[in-house]
């Protein structure tokens, strides 16, 4: 088929290279525009919009989806459909209607759970044991179209949200690509969300990811693995913002208030509303990362002290 891609960061990247062996004519990749990073604020290309520059593909850079221009493009393009990964806007219905066979998007969790712009950090916060990847038919509702196909992960006791989106995005590019196929020789079926199991997840914010030490400690370690890497888990210290990477519960610590160091030789605990974890790295404001064993005793951690 005749295809244009929508997508933007790295996540989308397994997919483009999927459909780029598929055999499927790739002539456009629609990603955001150019976007400010790094100390000198320069305008960096995406990482789809970069992979499609490398192979010569034509990149479309709307601000907007429903910009007449680019819909114009995109009629002239005459696509047969168009494969969605973590674009990044809305697409209104006049710029649905132009592919012959629609716009399907590879959505990071088992719909219906977790519609929206989180889904993997979400599933790890709430504990979910099993994720996955679907693949459905974009509408005007926020994730809700009906569902070509799934795949399931377990997820695991440590994983993080990039861990997960990491496995995620290669099982789903195959799933999308199937998913293609199915559609070019007509045995694709979509079926419609079921109306029970809705939950939803917007944007992780950085207040979301400050730790709340008067959690249980399993609530700790899920906040934390769950906000690594983006936004990055966070907390204080002497009116100074540190930031976590992710901690291991320890079943029989010591008692400690929530919040309060203890720094032994080999490791530094800290205080839950249950049982204490073990610090892993921690990363304190302008510093490189470091073993929480290290950054303890360069601050020189007093006894009681505690993170805010």
């Not at 759970?113 to 459905?136: C, I, N």
């Not at 070019?184 to 199991?197: C, F, I, K, L, V």
């Not at 992710?246 to 208030?257: F, K, Q, S, T």
């Amino acid at each position: 088929m005749r295809l244009v891609f929508a997508g933007t960061p790295e996540v989308a990247l397994p997919s483009l290279d999927a459909i780029a062996a598929s055999g499927h004519e790739l002539l456009a990749v629609v990603t955001r525009p150019d976007a400010p990073a790094g100390r000198g604020r320069h305008l960096v290309r995406s990482p789809a919009g970069a992979w499609a520059d490398e192979r010569g593909i034509e990149v479309l850079t709307p601000e907007k989806p429903r910009d007449p221009e680019f819909q114009q493009r995109l009629r002239d393009l005459a696509p047969d459909c168009v494969p969605v990964v973590a674009y990044g806007a809305l697409v209104p219905p006049s710029a649905l209607e132009i592919p012959k066979f629609g716009w399907i998007n590879l959505h990071f969790s088992l719909l219906p759970a977790w519609r929206g712009a989180a889904p993997v950090q979400h599933a790890v916060l709430h504990g979910d044991e099993v994720t996955g990847a679907s693949v459905f038919e974009l509408e005007a509702g926020l994730d809700t179209g009906p569902v070509y196909g799934t795949v399931t992960d377990q997820i695991r006791f440590n994983d993080t949200s990039g861990d997960l989106l990491g496995r995620l995005a290669h099982e789903g590019a195959g799933l999308l690509v199937a998913v293609l196929d199915a559609i070019e020789s007509g045995t694709a079926r979509a079926h419609p969300q079921p109306r029970d199991g809705i939950s939803l997840a917007p944007k992780v914010t950085t207040d979301d990811a400050r730790i709340r030490w008067s959690d249980p400690a399993f609530a700790v370690d899920r906040r934390i693995r769950a906000c690594t890497p983006a936004p990055g888990a966070w907390t204080t210290l002497r009116g100074e913002r540190l930031k976590l990477a992710p901690v291991r519960p320890i079943a029989n610590g010591p008692h400690l208030e929530p919040g309060e160091l203890r720094v032994e030789r080999t490791q530094v605990l800290a205080g839950t509303a249950t049982t204490p974890v073990q610090l892993g790295e921690v990363r304190a404001a302008g510093k490189k990362p470091m073993a929480a064993t290290d950054w303890a005793r360069g601050m020189r951690i007093e006894a009681g002290e505690k993170l805010a």
